[in-house]
């Protein structure tokens, strides 16, 4: 795959010891002057320092650094932890001779622990010396927890003739949910977009991507996405009726969608990818909470893990959504191209052979047909497997 640098965006990583002994595990994001940024945060009431310090400063001045590392969260940890993520931006700052509200810090790892701020000024002189365009790769890897792959995603297009990249790395593997997950995603292009504008272009790729994936249910504290332009490109937008605004919008969302369908492989102990489409629903929050609810059923995904054509756990998931007044003669499900459930019991073609046709590949899609109005929803979900309960077992181990 090529990794195109986005102009202007330098990063560097570096082995500051905060959980793991032998890799990187902090990356400094250097931004040019002039550059506009967007991010969406955590849901999560217990939100980490780093998350309360980035809302702040980020609606105080435009960001010139992102400071962001692995292994621990420092979430749960207080006033102490806010003042831990604080020094860490002073120690940039002082550094760099930069404001201290231009600095943005992201953690991600273990929940409940102080974080030795000491470890981030050891290696600052190191990652100050290292920026780089290109290092994207080595920022994706010393993101990473529990995940086993780097999730880096890099595209070039034309818009009304002119060149724009659009380049994103992520980080996630469990407690993946929408609003968000345990996920931080970074995406930077090289067009020069209006502030508000490019928080639009953040929200419209965000809701499809990052907010419409699930491995278990669970919701963090720290998750954020950021969504940077550095504007030393060929593109400039102002408006959403800019004739370019489209393109580049679908440019980012394509970026978006396709990490957050890496951190859905790279799920927990996951072996399935798993598809859940809902057709013709009332409105589109209705089709959202089926697919959620078959997505987040625990019999659903452990009969996935087990490759088991046990259709009567999804018919009893859509048949707990808290919608009463389904016609359930109307509804249709269907196991990739084999449909299942239809008039209110086991379709007349089914076959426990086609089932299992389908139940033993590694991508899976449900679809389901409520026959009730014109909304859709899509989610994505992987199987549940011995290993999930084993990682997060010894997480702390």
Same mark, same amino acid.
Not at 121 to 132: F, Q
Not at 374 to 396: G, H, M, P, Q
């Given at each position: 795959?090529?990794?195109?640098?986005?102009?202007?965006?330098?990063?560097?990583?570096?082995?500051?010891? !905060?959980?793991?002994?032998?890799?990187d595990?902090?990356?400094?994001?250097?931004l040019?002057?002039?550059?506009?940024?967007?991010?969406?945060?955590? /849901?999560?009431?217990?939100?980490?320092?780093?998350?309360?310090i980035?809302?702040?400063?980020?609606?105080?001045?435009?960001?010139?650094?992102?400071?962001?590392?692995?292994?621990?969260?420092?979430?749960?940890?207080?006033?102490?932890?806010?003042?831990?993520a604080?020094?860490? =931006?002073?120690?940039?700052?002082a550094?760099?001779?930069c404001?201290?509200?231009?600095?943005?810090p992201?953690?991600? +790892?273990?929940? +409940?622990?102080r974080?030795e701020?000491s470890?981030?000024?050891?290696?600052?002189p190191?990652?100050?010396?290292?920026?780089?365009?290109s290092g994207?790769?080595?920022?994706?890897?010393?993101?990473?927890? %529990?995940?086993?792959?780097?999730k880096?995603?890099?595209?070039?297009? &034309?818009?009304?003739?002119?060149?724009?990249?659009?380049?994103?790395?992520s980080? +996630?593997?469990?407690? !993946?949910?929408?609003?968000?997950?345990?996920?931080?995603?970074?995406?930077?292009?090289?067009?020069?977009?209006?502030?508000n504008?490019?928080?639009? =272009?953040?929200?419209?790729?965000?809701?499809?991507?990052?907010?419409?994936?699930?491995?278990?249910?669970?919701t963090? %504290?720290n998750?954020? =996405?950021?969504?940077?332009?550095?504007? &030393?490109?060929?593109?400039t937008?102002?408006?959403?009726?800019?004739?370019?605004?489209?393109?580049?919008?679908?440019?980012?969302?394509?970026?978006?969608? &396709?990490?957050?369908?890496?951190?859905v492989?790279?799920?927990?102990?996951? %072996?399935?990818?798993? &598809?859940?489409?809902?057709?013709?629903?009332?409105?589109a929050?209705e089709?959202?909470?089926?697919?959620?609810?078959?997505?987040?059923?625990?019999?659903?995904?452990?009969?996935?893990?087990?490759?088991?054509?046990?259709?009567?756990? !999804?018919?009893?998931?859509?048949?707990r959504?808290?919608?009463?007044?389904?016609?359930?003669?109307?509804?249709?499900?269907?196991?990739?191209?084999?449909?299942i459930?239809? /008039?209110?019991g086991?379709?007349?073609?089914?076959t426990?052979?086609? +089932?299992?046709?389908?139940?033993?590949?590694?991508? !899976?899609?449900?679809?389901?047909?409520?026959?009730?109005?014109?909304?859709?929803?899509?989610?994505?979900? =992987?199987d549940?497997?011995?290993?999930?309960?084993?990682?997060?077992?010894?997480?702390? %181990?």
């Amino acid at each position: 795959m090529n990794i195109y640098p986005v102009k202007g965006i330098r990063l560097a990583s570096a082995p500051a010891g !905060i959980k793991y002994a032998d890799r990187d595990d902090v990356v400094l994001m250097a931004l040019p002057e002039g550059a506009t940024s967007a991010a969406v945060f955590t /849901q999560n009431a217990f939100c980490a320092a780093p998350v309360t310090i980035a809302k702040k400063h980020l609606s105080e001045a435009s960001p010139r650094y992102l400071l962001i590392n692995s292994g621990n969260a420092n979430a749960g940890t207080g006033e102490p932890g806010y003042r831990d993520a604080m020094e860490t =931006c002073k120690t940039i700052g002082a550094a760099v001779a930069c404001p201290i509200n231009q600095i943005l810090p992201f953690s991600t +790892g273990v929940i +409940g622990q102080r974080m030795e701020t000491s470890k981030f000024a050891a290696v600052m002189p190191r990652l100050l010396e290292t920026l780089d365009e290109s290092g994207w790769e080595k920022a994706a890897n010393a993101i990473m927890t %529990t995940d086993t792959v780097e999730k880096i995603v890099s595209k070039q297009t &034309e818009i009304d003739g002119k060149s724009v990249t659009v380049t994103g790395i992520s980080k +996630g593997s469990g407690m !993946i949910h929408p609003d968000m997950a345990t996920m931080l995603a970074y995406v930077a292009t090289d067009a020069k977009v209006e502030a508000n504008l490019l928080q639009k =272009c953040l929200n419209d790729a965000v809701s499809p991507s990052f907010n419409s994936i699930t491995v278990d249910g669970d919701t963090s %504290t720290n998750d954020a =996405c950021v969504l940077i332009a550095s504007g &030393e490109g060929e593109l400039t937008l102002g408006d959403v009726s800019d004739t370019g605004y489209e393109a580049f919008s679908e440019a980012v969302k394509a970026v978006c969608m &396709e990490l957050a369908r890496k951190i859905v492989l790279d799920g927990e102990g996951a %072996t399935k990818l798993i &598809e859940i489409k809902v057709d013709q629903a009332l409105s589109a929050q209705e089709a959202r909470n089926v697919a959620f609810t078959i997505a987040h059923s625990p019999l659903v995904k452990t009969a996935m893990f087990a490759s088991d054509p046990n259709w009567g756990r !999804i018919l009893a998931a859509v048949g707990r959504t808290g919608i009463t007044d389904f016609d359930i003669d109307q509804i249709k499900i269907w196991l990739g191209d084999v449909c299942i459930v239809e /008039q209110g019991g086991v379709a007349a073609s089914y076959t426990e052979e086609a +089932g299992q046709s389908v139940m033993d590949k590694a991508e !899976i899609i449900i679809r389901i047909d409520l026959a009730r109005g014109k909304a859709e929803a899509r989610v994505l979900t =992987c199987d549940l497997s011995y290993d999930y309960v084993k990682i997060n077992a010894e997480y702390r %181990t």
